[in-house]
């Protein structure tokens, strides 16, 4: 699982632009954001860790580590800003810091104990900076410096910051400001003078100088090849040089070869995905007892190898480590030989106990094929001890002799004790677990294995720490808080100016203070002079005499308010910016507004607070037009059986329609009523009163007979026009057949209706009593239709109104119709079913009149 940390420079000189017209900051951003996708495209980045650290003081400047997710690093790279010094050194030792925080905790460097590459947690740190000086507290410095304090524990036990599995890349962007006329050089990337190159050298990792965009696609290219699972450790060449090839020139001097510090490939299983080995390095030191301390080691082992040619030695059942070296002069050297059978021992100085060169551990060997150089990582001193084993397995077939076991405990008396353990897996692998005896001593005093382990619980308190501690935004720096009066009015032109002045003298209690407390919010000034205090200009006296007039030179522009310029410490603009992340929440601008006042006409539907449609209607409260839908078809389940409707209607209908009471302009034809007998005519009932009862059904009043006089209505305000040929009767005092049922008071209101119409004309009194019949019936068309949309089944107003229906049979008939649709487009099922019930009330009335006048 290799760790994968961007340390981003965001010093103030990232602000500057290039002729991309982005700054180095954005350049630096979507870099980041390239290699993500570029590195996305192996199958074995499922396992990658991403941190992100800044230059901000720790531990501010972690701004994703162990815990976040990706999710937080993409916030948090996009949240940057280039605010700040070039603190390279402090930032690089807090990166090394963090990478180094679970080491201890997870045994992984084996302090004291050899060092096993198997062991491994690779990390690069990719650097992207400018490349501009180095600026701290202290001043501009010329070289990069790591601080030498740590809160880290057990970093005294390695002379170097880093381990031999980190290694530092540099991204120093170079693009100029003026696109360059000049063709670009084409070849690789150079490394960058800056100071950041040596240490990028020294963790196995280089710099790249990068002019253009298409140079730095072509590092983030190279970067995602360098992503190998490995460690680095440094190569040293040991007594004479080998004898030249035939072909080759003597050479004197240093060559490039004799030391190389590169990278050794420590693959992974395929199986397990985990690296296995068996043998460790050792320690450039013999293990003492009783020594209470360990000596620090250096971040990478110093191997030293020896040019003399020996024999490859490989025993079938002994365990042994290989590991491909990094492409190198070294290996180009050893390459160039062509000389697949032999090896060069390797040796660690000071690991032995008697020895300054030490007992060789392994051997470099080139590939049968010539295509790469390898490490045989064997056991300590294995000319000795494989000789050893293989006349056991061959010669003494697992049962050693005498001679053979002295032999042994010889080589034993050679070997470091922390050994011991690997030896032991390898006798059991070989079929030889007793060799050994069980109460071996490993070679760490009690004293260094009580310290380790106290530098581990120590150091499992200080990652918690610093787990909770990433994401804290940095205190501010105390200064003078602003009070905001609420505009840049003059205190002497305020209208309460006499009563401050009273409140500052205390004659008046201080009067309350128009404050706006979400503008400037806890905004506070800088202090330049840390000793410098706020003066509330209460008392004079606390004021020293050497500065009183430049106290009263500020009081008077306070009070004033006589400067040239106002300040403003926000941007009008900037007061109603919003970032992008906070476009959509809605909701808190809604529980911040004011209460809304309540609508005029509460019946109407509610209109929502809809972010983005402002006129869009809460569907929950409004009845959806399915009328068709609901009246005709197999959506008629609230009608007992037998029942049937004598709705006309055709297949369901999903747009929404205007009601039939709001179309005035069109011609309704109202249903054909059978004649209930065959030879029964089809006349018209020229008058009819009816009353409503509980359950919605008519009951006939009165009915005018065909020779009376007039079509009383049981509001006694209109006549039926067809009637009006009978007024020379009503003049020669032919009597109607019925009264109307409204008393005395309704018959004068006719008679003085008649007189009023008697003077017009049949075709001017026609046309007038039609205006008045549909002037009244639209007024209870429009109090029927607000009746039928309220809530709840209270429908005796609506046959009240009903009752109030003026003009002739049809009339009334084509308006029942037109409600019961109403009706429909609401749903009221029940509302339906009692003006059904009425309707069919009204024609069996009908039919049983018209066989009575035919009669």
Same mark, same amino acid.
């Given at each position: 699982?290799?760790?994968?940390?961007?340390?981003?420079?965001?010093?103030?000189?990232?602000?500057?632009?290039?002729?991309?017209?982005?700054?180095?900051?954005?350049?630096?951003?979507?870099?980041?954001?390239?290699?993500?996708?570029?590195?996305?495209?192996?199958?074995?980045?499922?396992?990658?860790?991403?941190?992100?650290?800044?230059?901000?003081?720790?531990?501010?400047?972690?701004?994703?580590?162990?815990?976040?997710?990706?999710?937080?690093?993409?916030?948090?790279?996009?949240?940057?800003?280039? *605010?700040?010094?070039?603190?390279?050194?402090?930032?690089?030792?807090?990166?090394?810091?963090?990478?180094?925080?679970?080491? @201890?905790?997870?045994?992984?460097?084996?302090?004291?104990?050899?060092?096993?590459?198997?062991?491994?947690?690779?990390?690069?740190?990719?650097?992207?900076?400018?490349?501009?000086?180095?600026?701290?507290?202290?001043?501009?410095?010329?070289?990069?410096?790591?601080?030498?304090?740590?809160?880290?524990?057990?970093?005294?036990?390695?002379?170097?910051? %880093?381990?031999?599995?980190?290694?530092?890349?540099? =991204?120093?962007?170079?693009?100029?400001?003026?696109?360059?006329?000049?063709?670009?050089?084409?070849?690789?990337?150079?490394?960058?003078?800056?100071?950041?190159?040596?240490?990028?050298?020294?963790?196995?990792?280089?710099?790249?100088?990068?002019?253009?965009?298409?140079?730095?696609?072509?590092?983030?290219?190279? =970067?995602?090849?360098?992503?190998?699972?490995?460690?680095?450790?440094?190569?040293?060449? *040991?007594?004479?040089?080998?004898?030249?090839?035939?072909?080759?020139?003597?050479?004197?001097?240093?060559?490039?070869?004799?030391?190389?510090?590169?990278?050794?490939?420590?693959?992974?299983?395929?199986?397990?995905?985990?690296?296995?080995?068996?043998?460790?390095?050792?320690?450039?030191?013999?293990?003492?007892?009783?020594?209470?301390?360990?000596?620090?080691?250096?971040?990478?082992?110093?191997?030293? %190898?020896?040019?003399?040619?020996?024999?490859?030695?490989?025993?079938?059942?002994?365990?042994?480590?290989?590991?491909?070296?990094?492409?190198?002069?070294?290996?180009?050297?050893?390459?160039?030989?062509?000389?697949?059978?032999?090896?060069?021992?390797?040796?660690?100085?000071?690991?032995?106990?008697?020895?300054?060169?030490?007992?060789?551990?392994?051997?470099?060997?080139?590939?049968?094929?010539?295509?790469?150089?390898?490490?045989?990582?064997?056991?300590?001193?294995?000319?000795?001890?494989?000789?050893?084993?293989?006349?056991?397995?061959?010669?003494?077939?697992?049962?050693?002799?005498?001679?053979?076991?002295?032999?042994?405990?010889?080589?034993?008396?050679?070997?470091?004790?922390?050994?011991?353990?690997?030896?032991?897996?390898?006798?059991?692998?070989?079929?030889?677990?007793?060799?050994?005896?069980?109460?071996?001593?490993?070679?760490?005093?009690?004293?260094?294995?009580?310290?380790?382990?106290?530098?581990?619980?120590?150091?499992? /308190?200080?990652?918690?720490?610093?787990?909770?501690?990433?994401?804290?935004?940095?205190?501010?720096?105390?200064?003078?808080?602003?009070?905001?009066?609420?505009?840049?009015?003059?205190?002497?032109?305020?209208?309460? %100016?006499?009563?401050? $002045?009273?409140?500052?003298?205390?004659?008046?209690?201080?009067?309350?203070?128009?404050?706006?407390?979400?503008?400037?919010?806890?905004?506070?000034?800088?202090?330049?002079?840390?000793? =410098?205090?706020?003066?509330?200009?209460?008392?004079?006296?606390?004021?020293?005499?050497?500065?009183?007039?430049?106290?009263?030179?500020?009081?008077?522009?306070?009070?004033?308010?006589? *400067?040239?310029?106002? $300040?403003?410490?926000?941007?009008?603009?900037?007061?109603?910016?919003?970032?992008?992340?906070?476009?959509?929440?809605?909701?808190?601008?809604?529980?911040?507004?004011?209460?809304?006042?309540?609508?005029?006409?509460?019946?109407?539907?509610?209109?929502?607070?809809?972010?983005?449609?402002?006129?869009?209607?809460?569907?929950?409260?409004?009845?959806?037009?399915?009328?068709?839908?609901?009246?005709?078809?197999?959506?008629?389940?609230?009608?007992?059986?037998?029942?049937?409707?004598?709705?006309?209607?055709?297949?369901?209908?999903?747009?929404?329609?205007?009601?039939?009471?709001?179309?005035?302009?069109?011609?309704?034809?109202?249903?054909?009523?059978?004649?209930?007998?065959?030879?029964?005519?089809?006349?018209?009932?020229?008058?009819?009163?009816?009353?409503?009862?509980?359950?919605?059904?008519?009951?006939? =009043?009165?009915?005018?007979?065909?020779?009376?006089?007039?079509?009383?209505?049981?509001?006694?305000?209109?006549?039926?026009?067809?009637?009006?040929?009978?007024?020379?009767?009503?003049?020669?005092?032919?009597?109607?057949?019925?009264?109307?049922?409204?008393?005395?008071?309704?018959?004068?209101?006719?008679?003085?209706?008649?007189?009023?119409?008697?003077?017009?004309?049949?075709?001017? $009194?026609?046309?007038?009593?039609?205006?008045?019949?549909?002037?009244?019936?639209?007024?209870?068309?429009?109090?029927?239709?607000?009746?039928?949309?309220?809530?709840?089944?209270?429908?005796?107003?609506?046959?009240?109104? @009903?009752?109030?229906?003026?003009?002739?049979?049809?009339?009334?008939?084509?308006?029942?119709?037109?409600? /019961?649709?109403?009706?429909?487009?609401?749903?009221?099922?029940?509302?339906?079913?009692?003006?059904?019930?009425?309707?069919?009330? /009204?024609?069996?009335?009908?039919?049983?009149?018209?066989?009575?006048?035919?009669?």
């Amino acid at each position: 699982m290799p760790v994968l940390l961007f340390l981003i420079d965001t010093s103030a000189s990232m602000n500057q632009r290039t002729h991309l017209g982005t700054t180095y900051l954005d350049i630096a951003k979507g870099a980041v954001e390239t290699f993500m996708k570029l590195r996305g495209r192996d199958p074995a980045s499922r396992g990658d860790r991403y941190m992100l650290v800044n230059f901000e003081d720790a531990p501010f400047g972690i701004k994703a580590g162990w815990k976040e997710s990706h999710a937080t690093f993409m916030t948090e790279l996009r949240n940057l800003q280039a *605010t700040g010094l070039t603190t390279f050194g402090q930032s690089l030792r807090t990166a090394f810091d963090l990478l180094n925080l679970n080491r @201890l905790v997870t045994g992984i460097d084996n302090y004291g104990q050899g060092r096993n590459p198997f062991f491994l947690e690779p990390a690069i740190i990719i650097a992207i900076s400018d490349g501009n000086k180095l600026t701290g507290g202290s001043g501009v410095q010329d070289e990069l410096h790591l601080p030498l304090t740590t809160p880290l524990p057990g970093s005294e036990l390695t002379k170097e910051p %880093f381990r031999w599995d980190q290694r530092l890349f540099a =991204l120093v962007l170079r693009i100029p400001g003026n696109a360059s006329v000049e063709p670009e050089p084409l070849g690789g990337v150079p490394p960058d003078d800056s100071p950041i190159t040596p240490m990028c050298e020294v963790t196995g990792g280089r710099s790249y100088s990068v002019f253009s965009q298409r140079m730095l696609n072509q590092c983030l290219e190279s =970067l995602v090849q360098k992503i190998q699972s490995g460690v680095v450790i440094n190569f040293e060449k *040991t007594g004479p040089d080998p004898p030249p090839l035939e072909a080759e020139a003597l050479k004197s001097g240093l060559q490039p070869w004799h030391c190389c510090h590169k990278l050794i490939y420590v693959r992974p299983n395929p199986k397990t995905g985990v690296p296995i080995g068996h043998w460790p390095i050792p320690e450039a030191f013999w293990p003492d007892q009783n020594s209470p301390t360990l000596p620090p080691r250096s971040a990478h082992p110093q191997v030293r %190898f020896s040019c003399a040619d020996a024999e490859p030695m490989v025993i079938d059942k002994v365990p042994f480590d290989k590991y491909e070296l990094e492409p190198s002069p070294l290996t180009q050297y050893i390459l160039e030989r062509k000389s697949p059978h032999t090896c060069w021992q390797v040796f660690v100085s000071n690991s032995a106990k008697y020895s300054d060169l030490g007992q060789p551990f392994g051997y470099l060997k080139a590939s049968t094929a010539l295509n790469c150089v390898n490490l045989f990582v064997m056991p300590y001193n294995y000319p000795v001890l494989l000789p050893l084993l293989d006349d056991l397995i061959k010669v003494h077939k697992f049962k050693p002799t005498l001679k053979w076991r002295q032999s042994f405990e010889n080589y034993l008396k050679t070997m470091p004790p922390y050994y011991i353990g690997s030896l032991r897996k390898a006798l059991r692998i070989m079929g030889a677990p007793n060799l050994l005896a069980e109460n071996m001593e490993y070679g760490l005093s009690y004293s260094v294995v009580s310290y380790l382990k106290k530098l581990s619980q120590q150091t499992k /308190i200080e990652y918690d720490r610093l787990i909770a501690s990433i994401g804290k935004k940095l205190a501010l720096e105390p200064g003078i808080k602003v009070r905001w009066r609420g505009g840049g009015i003059s205190l002497a032109q305020r209208r309460d %100016f006499i009563q401050q $002045l009273q409140s500052l003298t205390g004659e008046a209690p201080a009067p309350t203070l128009e404050l706006n407390p979400k503008e400037f919010q806890g905004f506070h000034l800088a202090l330049l002079n840390k000793g =410098l205090k706020p003066q509330s200009f209460r008392n004079p006296y606390d004021i020293p005499r050497s500065h009183l007039l430049d106290q009263l030179s500020r009081m008077r522009r306070n009070l004033l308010n006589t *400067t040239v310029c106002t $300040l403003r410490g926000q941007d009008s603009d900037q007061l109603h910016s919003v970032p992008i992340a906070q476009m959509g929440n809605y909701q808190d601008f809604l529980k911040s507004a004011p209460q809304p006042l309540r609508d005029a006409d509460p019946e109407q539907p509610k209109r929502l607070h809809t972010f983005g449609n402002p006129f869009k209607l809460d569907k929950k409260g409004m009845m959806i037009d399915e009328a068709d839908e609901f009246v005709t078809g197999p959506q008629n389940k609230g009608k007992r059986p037998g029942e049937s409707s004598n709705m006309p209607g055709g297949g369901p209908k999903r747009r929404r329609c205007m009601s039939p009471l709001l179309r005035l302009g069109r011609a309704y034809t109202p249903p054909v009523t059978p004649p209930a007998s065959p030879r029964h005519s089809t006349g018209q009932i020229r008058g009819l009163s009816f009353k409503i009862d509980e359950n919605g059904r008519a009951d006939q =009043l009165s009915v005018d007979h065909p020779s009376g006089p007039a079509d009383l209505q049981e509001n006694h305000t209109t006549a039926d026009p067809q009637l009006l040929r009978h007024k020379d009767e009503e003049e020669n005092g032919v009597p109607g057949s019925c009264e109307p049922p409204g008393g005395e008071g309704g018959v004068e209101m006719v008679l003085m209706e008649d007189q009023t119409t008697r003077f017009l004309s049949p075709a001017a $009194l026609k046309k007038h009593i039609h205006g008045e019949t549909t002037k009244v019936n639209n007024e209870l068309r429009v109090l029927i239709t607000k009746e039928i949309r309220k809530p709840g089944r209270h429908y005796e107003k609506i046959f009240v109104l @009903l009752k109030q229906i003026q003009g002739t049979l049809d009339t009334r008939l084509i308006f029942l119709q037109n409600i /019961i649709k109403e009706a429909a487009r609401f749903k009221k099922r029940v509302l339906i079913e009692q003006l059904e019930n009425f309707l069919e009330e /009204i024609h069996n009335r009908s039919n049983t009149m018209n066989h009575v006048d035919m009669l």
